[in-house]
T-cell receptor
Framework: GENVEQHPSTLSVQEGDSAVIKCTYSDSASNYFPWYKQELGKGPQLIIDIRSNVGEKKDQRIAVTLNKTAKHFSLHITETQPEDSAVYFCAAVPGDQFYFGTGTSLTVIP | DSGVTQTPKHLITATGQRVTLRCSPRSGDLSVYWYQQSLDQGLQFLIHYYNGEERAKGNILERFSAQQFPDLHSELNLSSLELGDSALYFC????????????FGQGTRLTVV
């Protein structure tokens, strides 16, 4: 089955700096890659996603890039703010199932 | 608000007991996924239903079972509860079987004492 690896597990950045979280996947059948943000005590919230026919997608301060050849995708957050502090999960979807990474705890230091 | 409703939000029960967690998917969504999240852990996939039929099972214990009803709401039944079953239980719904956006509920926090 699909295997998703996510790095780093923890990330601290100064407010205003950029943050990058990277994921790799193993199944070439995966063609949908969502990212979720989970704040303490809440459910994961879909923040951005990308499909395999697209190399990059942006939504304001958030962008996701996909390299199908290398089987990796990344989340980029620019101009980070304290409210970006949360746990971020990537996922790869080869069919019916969502395979999640292990999560990255992002802390934005004011 | 994702549109996915989970009840109850909190549940405290004793070891050996049985509980039922309920999930109402977003209007129009046919797929329901259940996940378990233990303290500081990732999302462990339990089971997936699509339009009333079981599609896939993950690391779901035999003490756990689920079903999706004709109105598309789903219930997760946990029996013979153990201390280690204490966790957040999330459901997520999506329109199709996969490869489309999935939206999570706010979860049920289960505490077994």
């Amino acid at each position: 089955g699909e295997n998703v690896e996510q790095h780093p597990s923890t990330l601290s950045v100064q407010e205003g700096d950029s943050a990058v979280i990277k994921c790799t996947y193993s199944d070439s059948a995966s063609n949908y890659f969502p990212w979720y943000k989970q704040e303490l005590g809440k459910g994961p919230q879909l923040i951005i996603d990308i499909r395999s026919n697209v190399g990059e997608k942006k939504d304001q301060r958030i962008a996701v890039t996909l390299n199908k050849t290398a089987k990796h995708f990344s989340l980029h957050i620019t101009e980070t703010q304290p409210e970006d502090s949360a746990v971020y999960f990537c996922a790869a979807v080869p069919g019916d199932q969502f395979y999640f990474g292990t999560g990255t705890s992002l802390t934005v230091i004011p | 608000d994702s549109g996915v409703t989970q009840t109850p939000k909190h549940l405290i029960t004793a070891t050996g007991q049985r509980v039922t967690l309920r999930c109402s998917p977003r209007s129009g969504d046919l797929s329901v996924y259940w996940y378990q999240q233990s303290l500081d852990q990732g999302l462990q996939f339990l089971i997936h239903y699509y339009n009333g039929e079981e599609r896939a099972k993950g690391n779901i214990l035999e003490r756990f079972s689920a079903q999706q009803f004709p109105d598309l709401h789903s219930e997760l039944n946990l029996s013979s509860l153990e201390l280690g079953d204490s966790a957040l239980y999330f459901c997520a719904s999506s329109v199709f079987k996969g490869r489309s956006e999935a939206f999570f509920g706010q979860g049920t926090r289960l505490t077994v004492v």
